[in-house]
């Protein structure tokens, strides 16, 4: 294909891989369950990954002239060659949607041990960890396996991945019978339809603040007996007007569509209050995406290690998935240990504190990125090549390394933060659709850049004005362009105070509502867990 063309379904086929999780994760938390979940996304995956592995074995299966070394093609492919390629795509975005949908809250659905004050930081281990696993195979892909797809060529480059899921879904079939495996809940989404639809039939019944009389509908077993003051407007779903038409003898709502439960109330508020802090994440994302820029960058300057040895430009986004982990694994070994010793008791930092110290890192580094690109472009206008922008400087890449640092700090801090406080303070009938929260924001934010980027070339250039993101890296101002991102970081930064404030106080324990509650009260509670934060 062109390379329009392959870009186009590489394109589709991201696009569907992230949007399937979510779909995921709704059947999960609602219909099927996780592990079933998972296990269906598994063997789909499989199969995906062993039907594309044909087409390099099968000749009728792609292209004859592609031989099994070349990456060129002289013929088209044939309408059936395309739809296999096609359904194989397919399978792999569907397999992606049935695991990554639900695999962290199914890992941490093994660590629930809610009589235990240390599950709040068995929980961030975990989050961490898992971060730090997925980065590092994404790390060992770009690397390893694209070398043994170059060298060996597509047979064994695309065997090995073949090889490697057969494994993985042996394990975790193996291991079913220690597994936890909650069930399915009822339909949270119906559920939040019920309540607005409820709150809305009852708009003109009047509230008043801890009012003895005023009686509300509650689920069996239920540990709330009043709904939170926070987005009043919503208790109406749970205020029961007339108990003899309200309720049914059972105690349930004779219409769920008038009267809802205190629990189902809570769960929306949770869902509703969580959203702001989510998309300052959204917009701290931007700066991620930022990678064909960079590459673009790094292939100006000079990226030799040794007089043999150059690092490839594409291979300078593994300093940030390295720099992430090794920041994750110092927050967790060596910081966090040394705190509690020091305070001589276990101490963390609260989930508010490390979202906002990542988005606050990750201002500073595109600030740092704004200077580097100053004086690179400095550089190559005072040695003359400002009118090539495939020439080399002599100006090191290697100058590029503190702005991968910050920014990899910022992700080990914001994006674990971000996991970490959407599984804990949703529902738990949400877990798996609050574990893709994080990258429903990475695929806005792709959007958001896209838009940013868009609105500098339409309204920064003109004829005799280069514009800030020009093709000619030399003659273009990406320095104005870095130090615009890093000016609209900081004002996050100002906007996800405001939205932490409003949030109130943290709570510990999954689902926001489920922590302590107060007789007669739902208000937010104090986040320890039995921990100290840092300060």
Known sequence: MDA?????????????????????AFLADTYVGRYPMIGFGCITSLLGMVLLWLTTIIPEARVPSCAQFSSKCNNEATTPQLLFLYFCLGLMSIGA???????????????RKRDSLKYAGILESFFSWYYVISSASVFISMTCLVYIQDALGWKVGFG????????STLSFFLASPIYVKPKAKANWLVGFAR??????RKRRIELCSHNPDELYHHGKGSALVVPSERI??????????????????????SDPWCLCTVDQVEELKALIKVIPIWSTGMLVSVNVCQNSFLLLLASTMNR???????????????????SSTLWIALYDRVIIPLASKIRGKPTRLG??????????????????????ERVRRETAIREGISDNPDAAMHMSAMWLLPFYFLLGFSEAMNGVGQNEFFYTKLPKSMSSV?????????????????????????????????????????????????????????ATFIYYLACSKAYGPCRGGQGGIAGVVREGSADDDDDDDGYSTLS
């Open 4 to 24: 329009a063309s392959g870009a186009q379904i590489l394109f589709l086929y991201s696009a569907a891989g992230n949007f399937m999780p979510i779909i995921g």
């Open 97 to 111: 949607g049935g695991i990554r949908s639900c695999s962290l809250a199914f890992g941490a659905d093994q660590l």
């Open 160 to 167: 090995v991945p073949v090889v490697l899921m057969i494994l």
């Open 195 to 200: 309540v607005l639809v409820a709150s809305f």
């Open 232 to 253: 009043r407007f919503l208790n109406r779903a749970c205020v029961i007007t007339n108990p003899e038409e309200d309720l049914m003898p059972d105690g349930r709502a």
């Open 304 to 322: 030799h290690i040794t007089s043999k040895f150059e690092i490839p430009a594409g291979s300078f986004y593994a300093f940030l998935l390295l």
């Open 351 to 372: 989930l508010k504190q490390k979202i906002g110290l990542g988005i606050l890192v990750s201002a500073a580094s595109m600030a740092v990125l704004a200077i580097i």
């Open 434 to 490: 609050a574990s893709n929260l994080f990258s429903i924001g990475l695929s806005a934010a792709s959007l958001v850049a896209s838009f940013i980027v868009s609105v500098v070339r339409g309204f920064i250039s003109g004829e005799n004005q280069e514009s800030w993101v020009s093709s000619n890296i030399n003659k273009g101002h990406y320095d104005y362009y870095y130090w615009l991102l890093a000016t609209l970081d900081f």
